[in-house]
């Protein structure tokens, strides 16, 4: 069994930054990447990011590149998403996940969800 728990999502203007941390626990963490979805009102859930524990290899969704950043700390095992010049199509409910593998990155690649972080962001 795997738990993650989500903090850090609220409410910023266009233009802001949000740091979302996820907490990860269970003795499988470790053989899963890590990544972030998303899912706005009517939308279906989409890739965000992922992230590697070992090497820190990165994947990154088109509409994120240059935005965001993914990274993690192996020793508390929290993986982190930057995220800088927000746009209010990123509202979103945003989903910490364990990934099976970098070569599916969509819902049916993951294993296991957080409860999801809400962020909102103004026009």
């Keep these: ?15 802001g930054s949000l740091r979302l941390s996820c ?6 963490v470790s053989s899963y990447y890590m990544g972030w979805f998303r899912q706005a009102p009517g939308k279906e859930r989409e890739f965000v990011a992922a992230i590697s524990w070992s090497v820190g290899l990165t994947a990154y969704a088109d509409s994120v590149k240059g935005r965001f950043t993914i990274s993690r700390d192996n020793a508390k095992k929290t993986v982190y998403l930057q995220m800088n010049s927000l746009k209010p199509e990123d509202t979103a409910v945003y989903y910490c996940a364990a990934i099976r593998s970098l070569v599916v990155l969509t819902p049916l690649g993951v294993d296991y969800w957080g409860k999801g972080t809400l ?5």
């Design 119 to 123: 962020v909102t962001v103004s026009s």
């Design 23 to 28: 907490a990860a626990s269970g003795r499988t």
């Design 1 to 15: 069994q795997v738990q993650l728990v989500e903090s850090g999502g609220g409410l910023v203007q266009t233009g």
